[in-house]
Every structure is written in C-alpha cells, then in structure tokens.
C-alpha cells in the first residue's frame, strides 16, 4: 500500500495557522505586559503619593504658616500661590518646603489644538518632561529631607496656596472703614491656617499616544494645621495693600 505525502498546500494551510496562532499569542502577551506596566506606575505613583500626603498631616500637628517669610503685597498679587511654603513649629524654628533642580511646569502636559487642550505630542516639550531631575524637598535647620524624587516617576514644580486668604477688594473696605472710623482698630480675628499643594507626577516615560506609559496624577492636597494665628490678615508694617 502507498503511504500518502503531505502535499505543498496542505504545508502551507498549517504554517500560515501556526503564523497566526503565534500572532495572537505574541499580541495577547504584549497587551498583557501593557497593562501590567501600567499598573505598576499607577501604583508607585499612588504610593508615593499617599506617603507624601501622611508626612504633610502628621508635620500640620506641630506647625503653622510662618507669615513673617512672605511679603503681604506679594501674596495679594498671586492671590495666594507660591512656590515656598515656609512653615514654623513649636519651638519656632523654620521649615521649608519647595521643588528644586530642572522641574517641568503642569501645564506643559497641556497645549492649545483647535482651541481645545490636548496632552502634548512636541517632541522637544517631551524630551524636557522626561529629562526633568526635580525633587520635593523639606528643609528644617540644616537638615535636608527629599519627599519626592524623580527615580521613578516625573515630578512638576510644586504649587503651595497660602489658606486663609483675603482679597485686596476685602482688605482695602477694613481699610476704608478703619479710616472712618476711630473705634474699628482690628482686622479679621484670628483664623486657622493651611495649605493647598499643587503637583503633578508622570510615568517616567510619559507618551500620551501610548496608554501603557501615559500615566498622570494631578495631585492636588489641603492640609489644615492645627495652630491658629493672631492677626493672620496684617500687612507687614506700614504697607498698605494696593489695587
């Protein structure tokens, strides 16, 4: 009896089915480590993000604004938006907190297209993003303690909104009425002061047209400290707000 041959069709029909069984294994596997990627940074980034967040409140039970370190006219004209919060503790000694090295702006992960803001595709404007070696640092006597790195992650220059706050509109009417009137010699009582952090963190290889490494937390926190503070509205010594 004649043994029958695989025939050059029947060849071809099996490795163009093993061609794309292996096309599918090879893209299910990459879509896989996609996503596994993805989870990874979203989690390192909401790690440090919590970490960051506790170390904030535990430092608002022992400390206050240290109005003294900023010019009154200054947080008027930025209505409160710096980029150093100077805090003081029970002892009255100074804290600082602030980015430092080449940090991006948040707003670079923006750009106007079509009068609509989409995430940024310039290569140059990428290429800085990712570059970026910026840190968010707390100093305290000579101490030097680094909360946030860009090891792992990219870090925008950190934001601080100064709470409470007052408008130059408000504060110019307490001046108007002081004027008028002899007996009104106080401004707003005492207040209980906090902060608003503006940052934002990236994947280390942020890429908006790739899902797997467009990762972004805009993370935005409100810390309350715990002192109240006199005369938390005073203008530092014969400066009168201006419009």
Known sequence: MKNKAFTLVEILIVVWLFWLLSGIILQTYTTISRISYRIQQEKEIAKEALVLTQVLENLAQTTTI???????????????MVSELH????????????????????????????????????????????????????????????LLDSKK???????????????????????????????????????????????????????????????????QTFVSLQWTTPSIYSPVKNEKPTD
Request: proline share 5%; net charge neutral; with cysteine.
């Open 87 to 146: 805090l003081k503790d029970e002892k009255n000694q100074g804290i600082t907190i602030n980015t430092t090295g080449t940090c991006f702006q948040a707003s670079e992960l923006r750009e106007q297209k079509q009068l609509e803001l989409l995430p940024v595709e310039n290569e140059e404007t990428l290429k800085t993003i990712r570059n970026s070696n910026c840190k968010l640092i707390l100093k305290k006597n000579k101490e030097e303690i680094t």
């Open 66 to 80: 240290d109005y003294s370190e900023y010019k009154y006219s200054k947080l008027q004209t930025s209505e409160g």
């Open 153 to 219: 992650f990219n870090i925008s220059q950190a934001q601080f909104k100064i709470i409470p706050f007052i408008s130059n509109q408000d504060l110019q009417k307490i001046y108007e009425i002081e004027n008028q009137d002899s007996n009104i010699k106080e401004l707003p009582p005492a207040g209980k002061p906090g902060f608003w952090l503006f940052i934002t963190l990236t994947s280390k290889h942020y890429t908006p047209s790739q899902r797997s490494n467009n990762v972004v937390l805009p993370l």
